[in-house]
Nanobody
Framework: VQLQASGGGLVQAGGSLRPSCAAS????????MGWYRQAPGKARELVAD???????YYADSVKGRFTISRDNAKNTVSLLMNSLKPEDTAVYYC??????????????WGQGTLVTVSS
């Protein structure tokens, strides 16, 4: 099973981006999917996550600006980021709690996509 992220980039403050992440492989099911970010010199932090049924969590710093969504049929998760601020600049990582059939579930990580917000 692999997670492949895409959709980062450079945007001016106030702009929008929508990175996405897709899980590929066979013989698995996905529980929670989420996005983390890591800014230079800072620890990785949870930005948002979404359960299979659609329940969501957002960090206080992004509430009202970011929207996480998933497509269970396509095994994808996206993060619509509006009203971006320079402090949102970071490498964004998707992750997913995946259970391969016959095994316990564990976390998988995408490769990270860079989001840069200029002032």
């Amino acid at each position: 099973v692999q997670l492949q992220a895409s959709g980062g980039g450079l945007v001016q403050a106030g702009g929008s981006l929508r990175p996405s992440c897709a899980a590929s492989g066979s013989g698995f099911s996905i529980n929670v999917m989420g996005w983390y970010r890591q800014a230079p010199g800072k620890a990785r932090e949870l930005v948002a996550d979404i359960a299979t049924g659609g329940n969501t969590y957002y960090a206080d710093s992004v509430k009202g600006r970011f929207t996480i969504s998933r497509d269970n049929a396509k095994n994808t998760v996206s993060l619509l980021m509006n009203s971006l601020k320079p402090e949102d600049t970071a490498v964004y990582y998707c992750n997913a709690d995946i259970m391969r059939w016959g095994s316990n579930s564990r976390l998988y990580w995408g490769q990270g996509t860079l989001v840069t917000v200029s002032s």
